[in-house]
């Protein structure tokens, strides 16, 4: 079980990696020193991220170079990360399969650092006015359904902190009840098994 949720950070990070990876020139970035350590072309230390978040993301590309180093010295050909701090690895499906991989991702699986909010808002497409109402519906229905902390989204729809009690019982009353709003079906059957 704990193999599976490795790989699946690990291949939830590859998937970002390369979906981050066609946003935004290389023309543009900042030098990113090496895993190895190489900070002679680390410039000024901050990487500006579309939206601000600099400290975050140099905070995140920092500790993706201690990854990708403990992932090297378990024997992966990892490539440095970018200057979002994103690691492409190429083939995911491969990536499933590579057992050197797979424990090295294991052995290293305590570097794995979240993607900052900063990142995370800047890839994501630009909402229409519509899709914005239906974020806000969604927000003030969970908040008066039995999740007064359910974030408010932004002015252009994203998450603004995603700190709410999703356990409690007024959270999931509240997912029920809205679920329609996004369009998530009201009445799921129960699993079996």
């Known amino acids: 079980m704990r193999t599976n949720r490795v790989l699946m950070a690990v291949v939830t990070a590859s998937v970002m990696a390369i979906t981050l990876a066609g946003c935004g020139g290389e023309g543009d970035a900042p030098k990113v020193p090496t895993a190895g350590g190489d900070n002679a ?6 990487t500006a991220a579309p939206g601000g978040g600099g400290d975050d993301v140099a905070a995140y590309v920092s500790a993706q170079r201690e990854w990708v180093k403990c992932l ?20 995911n499906a491969a990536l499933k399969k590579d057992t050197k991989f797979l424990n090295a991702s294991e052995k290293c699986a305590s570097l794995v650092a979240a993607v900052p909010e900063s990142l995370e808002n800047a890839n994501q497409p630009k909402l229409t006015p519509q899709q914005i109402k239906v974020k806000r519906d969604y927000a003030d229905c969970m908040q008066k359904n039995g999740a007064p902390d359910f974030p408010d989204p932004g002015p252009d729809g994203t998450a603004q902190g995603s700190e ?29 098994g």
Do not use: H, L, M, Y
Request: aromatic share 4%; net charge negative.
């Open 41 to 46: 072309s680390a410039g000024s230390g901050k």
């Open 72 to 91: 090297r010295e378990n024997g992966v050909d990892a490539p440095d990360p970018d200057a979002k701090g994103q690691v492409d690895f190429g083939d």
């Open 164 to 192: 709410w009690d999703q356990t409690s019982a007024g959270a999931k009353r509240a997912t029920r009840v809205c679920a329609p709003i996004i369009g998530d079906p009201v009445d799921q059957p129960e699993g079996k």
